[in-house]
């Protein structure tokens, strides 16, 4: 996920180009134990050693339907803080309605604003036909692609249980008009001390793309919690321009119970 899907873009009121779809489409249906809606995760973010903004993930309570199937509305936003906010500021919002029994996007929104930096994206997917139509322009895709967000919930999904030491879990990804494998490569599993306790977690190390926002493709690691909800816990890499680190600092709305070591 492009700058760890945390770093997002804020909304505007601009169109969405869409398709014409059958309401009665077979589509798979995913098992979904690890988030609901209503759910909330706030991260502190660290720029090396600066407290540099706030990262909010969520779930809004609304069932938006789309091709008359109920949907969930995912939301991510990231807003730099204090002084760092006066050296480059970022307010930005990523959007994702995602089909609530087949968890694949409908529809995805990113606004970016970094340090003067925009991009607006429109996205609508028809997962019946294989095609995405990204700001006016029709491209194919495979059935079930994720969007740069949803494929973070989607991969919440996945059962970890028999994983093991080297183990890699791919999602597909549409982004930036390309389509890319999102691998996670399993490297064990550690005790995270966090703001809430001690976590029991899984260590993952995804394959990012280099040279687009890290040094090398497995720069970044990210712990996720070792339980039913399958919390990002912490992120942390090196950058083109130094190192950045997430910390989950507050969560409401779960799914299930978070294993906490006592």
Known sequence: MKRILIFLAIISSLPIAGFAQSETAPFRKISNTAFKRGEE????????????????????????????RPTMHLIG????KGAFDWVFKVRDRYESYVDEDALMPWLFIRRVDEGGFKIIQNQSFDHTNGKVNSDGKSMEVPKYVQDMLSSFYYARTMDFTKAKKGDTYAVQTFMDNEIWDLKLKFLGKEIVNSDMG??????????VQKGRVFRHDED???????????LPIRCQGDILVGSIKL????????????????
Not at 45 to 55: D, R, T
Not at 198 to 207: E, G, L, Q
Not at 220 to 230: G, K
């Open 41 to 68: 995760l706030t991260f502190r973010v660290h720029y090396g050693a600066v407290n540099a903004g706030v990262a909010i993930m969520s779930i809004d309570n609304s069932n938006k339907l789309i091709n008359g």
């Open 77 to 80: 936003t990231g807003t730099t």
């Open 247 to 262: 910390d989950l600092i507050h969560v409401g709305g779960l799914a299930g119970v978070m294993n906490i070591v006592k």
């Open 198 to 207: 001690k976590i029991s977690c899984m260590k993952f190390c995804p394959v």
């Open 220 to 230: 970044l690691t990210i712990w996720i919690s070792d339980d039913v909800n399958h």
